[in-house]
């Protein structure tokens, strides 16, 4: 058997190790773009979801093209045109929930009185309790909500649990999910933030 000294072993691990390194880091920067325009094509999916638009994420850069403008240099406020045909107000909404970040987007009426659609996300909510915030059936419960009460006051959407707060009238109200109290007092901080007209 052949022994190998060991200026010849770390010569050739230090050789390994600069030709993974320089292929890894060629393939991470050839991917980049791609990485990018699909971020792009998830918050613009989301955007039109909140719309009320189902769209196929491999169509949104050019769905949203048609149907969106940005309202402010930073990205978080969009003029869209709603399924419906009506226009609204899109504005991105981030939050804290049990195990991490929340977020999603509002689109409100152009009068900012009601709440067209939402579309929120995460990361790391536990499935079938927190992560219960991306389903259809959450989302709806949002659609035609007024931000303002009878004295024309911003009281947003609230997320509480039913039989709470009964100050609250129900068309500013959601039911929250039964078992991720966290995550929807996270969606309700999130929803607080809609009013910067």
Request: aromatic letters at 10%; proline letters at 3%; a positive charge.
């Amino acid at each position: 058997m052949k022994k190998f000294s060991n200026a010849y072993i770390f010569l050739y691990i230090t050789i390994l190790v600069l030709i993974i390194t320089t292929t890894l880091t060629i393939v991470y920067a050839s991917l980049k773009p791609r990485r990018d325009l699909n971020k792009q094509a998830e918050q613009y999916q989301q955007i039109l979801r909140a719309a009320g638009h189902d769209i196929d994420r491999s169509k949104a850069v050019e769905a949203f093209s048609n149907l969106a403008v940005p309202l402010t240099y930073d990205g978080r406020q969009y003029r869209v045109v709603c399924a419906d045909g009506s226009k609204g107000i899109a504005m991105r909404l981030d939050g804290k929930g049990l195990w991490g970040p929340i977020w999603g987007y509002a689109v409100v009426s152009e009068d900012w009185q009601t709440l067209k659609g939402v579309c929120f996300d995460h990361k790391s909510e536990t499935p079938g309790l927190g992560a219960k915030i991306t389903e259809e059936q959450f989302l709806q419960s949002f659609v035609g909500k007024k931000l303002y009460d009878q004295d024309g006051n911003f009281v947003s959407v609230r997320v509480l649990k039913p039989g709470t707060a009964s100050d609250i009238a129900e068309e500013n109200r959601v039911d929250a999910i039964s078992g991720a109290t966290l995550t929807s007092k996270g969606v309700d901080e999130m929803m607080k933030t809609i009013d910067n007209r």
